[in-house]
Structures are given as structure tokens and as C-alpha cells.
């Protein structure tokens, strides 16, 4: 099974990867954590690539195939492999990461950046996304926190912001049965719990019982 966790920066979404890989695996599940951009040798190449600050103007439709790129290595060579050995594949961003970054924040169209994608990913969909929302000021906040410098698409500006979250909800309420909406404003030990009552009844729904 294959769950994804989608939403800005700061949303809180390392943090809940790790909460349910814990919980899965003392319930004796195989649990694979990976990330986008990144996941393999060559797609982390791809994402440094991407995340360097340039002088070059990159355009969104660049932006768009090599996060492509890096998602069809990873989808190929990480993800379906360890579905097919019985794996929980966790990811940190997947495609809707790009259908609304590219798609809506670059205003490439969410159309022309799922088809790009889904000859990307060949089928393989999440069973579940878990998008956590956050305002652009608390996440701001959130990552003040952390060591490092802010990457390329961390330095936009708060209208680019506002309108991933917007394209982000959209999404969501075109697609609430794969994608779960979460309130990632409130404390971390809240939405863990509400991501795992959502797991309990998705693997009921699969008949794979926890
Ligand atoms: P991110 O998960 O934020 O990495 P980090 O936690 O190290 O900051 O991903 C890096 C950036 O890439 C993030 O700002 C969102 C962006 N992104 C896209 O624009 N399109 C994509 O398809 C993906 C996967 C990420």
C-alpha cells in the first residue's frame, strides 16, 4: 500500500511519517519511508539540481520534467519493488506535490502536469494522501526552527504560498476519497491521531487488518 503526505513546508509531514511508521511496525507491518524530490541515487541528483539557487531563470516547464524525471526513478525503482515484497511505502510528497507546485504555482495548468505525470508513475496512485494544511505564517514559523538555509522554492514569496494551499484544497475537495484533509495546525499528537484512525479504517476497507 502506498500512502503519501502532501502540504508546505513546516506542515508538520517528517514528524507524521515517523509517528506512523512507528505505529505500523509494532503492529509487525514492513514499513518503507522515501521522499520526493529524491528517493533514489539518480533522483537525488535530480533534486539537487532543482533545489540549488541559480542566476539562470528556470522555467516551470523545467521544473516540471525534472521533478517528473526524478518521480519515474523513484516510482520504478523504489516504490513498486517494495510494494510488490509486501512493503508500506510511506512518502514525504509525491504527485500531487507537482500537479499543484508546477500545476497551480507556476500556473503550467493542473492538466498538462498530470499527464506528464501519470506516464511518470505508470499507474502506481496512492490508496491514500494526507494533505496537511497549515497557514503560510504558522509554517514560516515552524521552520524558523530548523538548521539550514532556505532551498530555491523555499524563498518564494507568500502570494506563491497562498496559492499552493489554495490549489491544494481544490484538489482535495475534487478528490476527498483519496485525499484526506488535516487540520496540521493543531498539536502534532491530534493529527497523528487522526491519521491513524483514518489508517485503521483504510485497512479494514483492504481487508488488511491491523
Ligand atoms: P521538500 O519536501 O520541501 O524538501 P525539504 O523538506 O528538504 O525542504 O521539497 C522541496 C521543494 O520541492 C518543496 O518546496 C516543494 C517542491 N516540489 C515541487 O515543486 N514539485 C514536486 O513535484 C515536488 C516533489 C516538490
Known amino acids: 500500500m502506498l500512502i503519501t503526505f502532501e502540504g508546505p513546508d513546516g506542515s508538520g509531514k517528517t514528524t507524521q511519517i515517523q509517528k506512523l511508521k512507528q505505529k505500523l511496525e509494532s503492529l509487525g507491518y514492513r514499513v518503507l519511508v522515501t521522499r520526493e524530490p529524491g528517493g533514489t541515487p539518480m533522483a537525488e541528483q535530480i533534486r539537487e539540481l532543482l533545489l540549488e539557487k541559480r542566476e539562470e531563470q528556470v522555467f516551470g516547464e523545467t521544473e516540471m520534467f525534472l521533478y517528473a524525471g526524478a518521480r519515474s526513478q523513484h516510482a520504478r525503482v523504489v516504490i513498486q519493488p517494495a510494494l510488490e515484497q509486501g512493503y508500506v511505502v510511506l512518502s514525504d510528497r509525491y504527485i500531487d506535490s507537482s500537479l499543484i507546485y508546477q500545476g497551480v504555482g507556476r500556473g503550467l495548468g493542473i492538466e498538462l502536469v498530470r499527464l506528464v505525470n501519470e506516464a511518470a508513475i505508470g499507474g502506481l496512485w496512492p490508496q491514500r494522501t494526507y494533505l496537511l494544511d ?63 484512525e483514518d489508517m485503521v479504517d483504510l485497512m479494514a476497507e483492504r481487508k488488511a487488518p491491523l
Open 134 to 196: 497549515i497557514g503560510d505564517n504558522e509554517a514560516r514559523t515552524r521552520m524558523r526552527g530548523r538548521a539550514g538555509e532556505p532551498d530555491r522554492l523555499e524563498l518564494e514569496n507568500a502570494a506563491f504560498h497562498q496559492s499552493i494551499r489554495e490549489g491544494y484544497l481544490a484538489l482535495q475537495r475534487r478528490e476527498p476519497e483519496r485525499m484526506r484533509l488535516i487540520d496540521a495546525s493543531r498539536a502534532p499528537e491530534l493529527v497523528e491521531e487522526e491519521i491513524w
